[in-house]
């Protein structure tokens, strides 16, 4: 049986997360770039994340294996195509029931490994959950578990306001 690995040092996410929120960034029409002192920027929220955390040596968010590495991509694709491009009430809806259902069986969108896709998703549905009701987060349940656990994850949440998922009785049945 595998032990659970270590939380990620701090100071990776911190880096990782001062660069994809803070200059050198740039996001002319909401297309990062990175700009470096030696040679051309990088271009993508993709590529620039891969980026840094190979230059932080922390591969193993993009994952282990072939199929780990390809799930992981396949949901930062997700996360670029959809996520970023789903402007309507019912684009949410259909994020949501998608990664609900993914997430069924799974503790993070690539299995049983915390990878940059979580990251990711993350900060691209944090303005999304923030928002829902109780009810709606109890209708996605399996992605506020998901959310809830990924918000807590040493280094992860940054700057951003912690969403609420507790939701307090106020009456009991007992008379």
Known sequence: MKKNPKPIA????MAFFNYLFSPPLVFPLQVPVLQSNNGPGLR???????????????E????????EKAVVQQWLEYRVTRVNGGSSKEDTRTILKDLNMHLEDKVYLAGNI?????????????????DLTVQEKE???????????IQH????RQHLSDVVFIKNRLYTNAH
């Open 153 to 156: 994850y040493p280094g992860v």
């Open 139 to 149: 209708k996605y349940l399996n992605v506020s578990r998901w959310f809830n656990h």
């Open 114 to 130: 915390f990878t940059l896709a979580d990251i990711l998703m993350y900060y691209g549905l944090h303005h999304i959950m923030v």
């Open 10 to 13: 701090i100071h990776i996410e």
């Open 44 to 58: 993508g929220l993709m590529t620039i994340a891969a980026h840094l955390v190979r230059q932080a040596r922390k």
């Open 60 to 67: 193993q968010l993009l994952g282990s294996t072939a199929e």
